[in-house]
């Protein structure tokens, strides 16, 4: 998500209650990192730290700390090349070799989708709504194939980035709860990632972790439209979906209701409320019970795995863990070099690329 963009409903959030669940917990099997910033970051020569202070690969950092699963988005044709069909096929092959799976988040756009935006790439802004479902169908094919044939067969997909109201906007929007169009452009993704490797899990995104009502609304209507989809995904930040108290409760719904498991796809807490450069941070203030400190920051992630976890989710990835502070890796593909990183509080490294040794992920 463009969390530089978000417009911030700050709101705070409560520790998990003591009581038990009803079901016994399961562990997270998804233990995941969305390092999609990564590639730009090395490429201007971006250093990272173990905890020890050694310096070495972010990839093999975040698995020595539990990370088994990489996100990465791609975006059509962005004009910066970050994340492009190339970029993901060459960071692909190095995910993969260190022996991570993979996650490819389809935004089907070229620049940041969200809830609140969901631009057409350009090369499908004159297409109605036939067309797009032959793009996404082709696209989404394309993309799988071209990974399967270099030995990088994605283990899931998105199809779609936090997609609340649909994507592809307008044509794929939904309005006055009529799911049509979103539910024939979601299945021309999920036909076209079986038709590559059908083992590929398919997973249908939103950011409705913030109440039952939002989730139910949507994924109830993509269901009554007969849209198929193998894992529910989730975003939760507290400061803008509530307590964990309530994120236990909408994920054990889906979960239930819709019989499929689920993953928290997003996930971020601030270490600092301060800026390490010109351009504001996404995320000022922080959440009940977790200051913005290195400790803050582990505990609270903790937090949200453990609530996750008891509450029967199968997965938690965090959100750009490695974009701290390099200068020319800004949030605006358009505009990369001019512009700065507005998550450099909530990255997991610091300002000195240095790990923060509180942040663990645990099955």
Not at 131 to 154: E, M
Not at 321 to 338: C, K, L
Request: proline share 4%; hydrophobic share 40%; net charge neutral.
């Amino acid at each position: 998500m463009n969390r530089v963009l978000a417009a911030l409903v700050l709101c705070a959030a409560a520790v998990l209650p003591a009581a038990q669940p009803a079901h016994a917990a399961t562990p997270l099997t998804m233990l995941g990192a969305d390092v999609s910033s990564v590639q730009r970051s090395l490429d201007l020569g971006a250093r990272y730290y173990d905890a020890s202070g050694a310096q070495r690969d972010p990839l093999d950092i975040l698995k020595g700390v539990g990370v088994n699963y990489v996100r990465l988005r791609i975006w059509n044709n962005p004009v910066s090349g970050y994340n492009n069909k190339a970029k993901v096929l060459q960071y692909a092959r190095t995910v993969k070799a260190k022996g991570l799976k993979l996650l490819v988040d389809f935004h089907y756009s070229d620049t940041w989708a969200d809830p609140g935006k969901q631009y057409k790439p350009a090369a499908w802004a004159s297409h109605g709504i036939g067309q797009l479902q032959t793009d996404v169908y082709d696209y989404t094919y394309d993309v799988c194939s071209s990974l399967k044939a270099q030995g990088t067969t994605p283990d899931s997909v998105q199809i779609g980035n936090e997609i609340n109201v649909g994507m592809l906007w307008n044509d794929g929007k939904v309005v006055n709860n009529d799911f049509t169009n979103l539910s024939l452009l979601l299945k021309a993704g999920y036909n076209a990632t079986k038709a590559c490797n059908y083992g590929t899990q398919v997973i249908i995104h939103t950011a409705d972790a913030d109440s039952d009502a939002h989730a139910r609304w949507f994924y109830d209507g993509i269901r009554a439209k007969g849209v198929p989809w193998d894992i529910t995904g989730l975003s939760y930040y507290c400061m803008w979906h509530g307590t964990l108290s309530n994120l236990y409760n909408v994920i054990s719904d889906v979960r239930s209701r819709y019989g499929k498991p689920v993953v928290i796809a997003e996930t971020a807490y601030p270490f600092t409320s301060d800026n390490a450069d010109w351009e504001g941070n996404s995320v000022t203030s922080g959440c009940s019970g977790y200051g913005l400190t290195w400790q803050g920051q582990g505990a609270e992630f903790t937090a949200v795995q453990n609530t996750a976890r008891n509450a029967g989710a199968i997965g938690v990835f965090y959100w750009e863990p490695t974009w701290y502070a390099v200068p020319g890796n800004g949030w605006d593909p358009a505009n990369i070099n001019g512009t700065g990183d507005g998550w450099d509080n909530m990255a997991v490294f610091n300002w000195t690329g240095h790990i923060n040794p509180n942040v663990r992920w645990t099955p």
